[in-house]
């Protein structure tokens, strides 16, 4: 009997999840995001991007406006309506399709990104693949790592739901398991950022804008961030 199709990414692409991100709390949450991401990009100026399970529209808007020509995958014809903004005018494309086979050939497009998706899938190391065949210069993800307080995310599950209401069990990956498997597909780490030190949960908690830069940008002058920073986004290139 064949597997259900993978379709986490219908869920945040909903109005539902977007809220989770409204207010001052959760614009400094995408702005930290479009940032660093279009930090990693800069080496591929005007550069093709399929997003993956991109219907919730974080990085469509930075993405289209730095230049760069973007399609957003889908597994259900509803992912569209969070971009419709962007597709409905010609400024970005989406395609419908499977996450674990997308419907396009082997290195069609020169970066391949994919975020709040990683953790959320049944066949994660088939999504790798995925998106490592179609990428023909570099892959961009996101996931919540082991070096943080994600370590301890089955036990802190209750206190995150508590707040954030509508959230889901997530899996955490070592960076060395996200490394590997992306390293035998041929592609190597070159550019890694991590986002928050402190529990994006707890910023939400606040309610506080100033208080989450306060704490995030002293625990980013001192090294705290870099080292178990969490969700990353990690950049990996094609090697050759």
């Not at 597994?75 to 969070?82: F, G, I, L, T």
């Not at 996101?142 to 954030?164: C, H, I, M, Q, W």
Request: hydrophobic letters at 45%; a positive charge.
């Amino acid at each position: 009997m064949p597997e259900a199709r993978e379709d986490a990414d219908v869920l945040t692409s909903s109005d539902g999840y977007a809220r989770r991100f409204a207010g001052p709390v959760g614009r400094f949450f995408l702005e930290r995001q479009a940032g660093a991401t279009l930090d990693l990009l800069r080496p591929f100026p005007g550069a093709s991007v399929l997003d993956v399970g991109g219907g919730h529209g974080q990085v469509t808007g930075p993405l289209v406006d730095a230049g760069h020509a973007v399609t957003v995958l889908g597994s259900d014809p509803s992912c569209e309506a969070r971009v419709r903004g962007w597709t409905s005018t010609g400024r970005a494309r989406f395609a419908e399709g499977d996450l674990m086979a997308p419907p396009f050939p082997e290195r069609s497009f020169d970066v391949v990104l994919s975020y709040r998706l990683l953790p959320h899938v049944r066949r994660w190391a088939e999504l790798v693949a995925a998106l490592a065949r179609l990428a023909r210069r570099a892959v961009v993800v996101d996931y919540p790592t082991r070096r943080s307080v994600n370590a301890a995310a089955d036990l802190l599950f209750g206190l995150k739901k508590g707040v954030e209401k509508d959230t889901r069990p997530f899996a955490v990956f070592s960076d060395a398991e996200v490394e590997g498997a992306f390293a035998a597909r041929g592609f190597s780490p070159t550019g890694r950022r991590p986002q928050f030190f402190f529990p994006m949960a707890l910023h939400r908690a606040t309610g506080s804008a100033a208080l989450a830069h306060a704490l995030e940008g002293t625990a980013r002058a001192v090294g705290l961030t870099r080292a178990f920073g969490s969700p990353v986004i990690l950049r990996l290139e094609r090697r050759g």
